[in-house]
Nanobody
Framework: QVQLVESGGGLVQAGGSLRLSCTVS????????IGWFRQAPGKVREFVAA????????YYADSVKGRFTISRDNAANMVYLQMNSLKPEDTAVYYC????????????????????WGQGTQVTVSS
């Protein structure tokens, strides 16, 4: 069982920065992939970034590549999403999620492959 808690959301002007944090509780921390997803009202849940805790390999959506950085601190059981050069279209509720390691391949890009979810944190970018 894994518990995820997000924090760090808020209101920021376009071009500004925010850092989101995800605290992960549970055993076998390094066996998970942690992903960030976002969802705006009336829109589908969108992949943002993910990191494999065991080796640190990262994945990014094209829309955030070069602006967002995902990182981990395994000793602290924390995952971060540094968001720079924010745009109004980044406005959404941001969720962190955990995908359990499987013996078969499952994509990090799809929310249906994740097993545990945090409560979400609101990010609002004004123009």
């Amino acid at each position: 069982q894994v518990q995820l808690v997000e924090s760090g959301g808020g209101l920021v002007q376009a071009g500004g920065s925010l850092r989101l944090s995800c605290t992960v509780s549970g055993r076998t921390f390094s066996s998970y992939t942690i992903g960030w997803f976002r969802q705006a009202p009336g829109k589908v849940r969108e992949f943002v970034a993910a990191i494999r805790l065991s080796c640190g390999i990262t994945y990014y959506a094209d829309s955030v590549k070069g602006r967002f950085t995902i990182s981990r601190d395994n000793a602290a059981n924390m995952v971060y999403l540094q968001m720079n050069s924010l745009k109004p279209e980044d406005t959404a509720v941001y969720y962190c999620a955990a995908k359990i390691r499987s013996t078969t391949y499952s994509s990090v890009y799809y929310y249906t492959n994740y097993n545990y979810w945090g409560q979400g944190t609101q990010v609002t970018v004004s123009s």
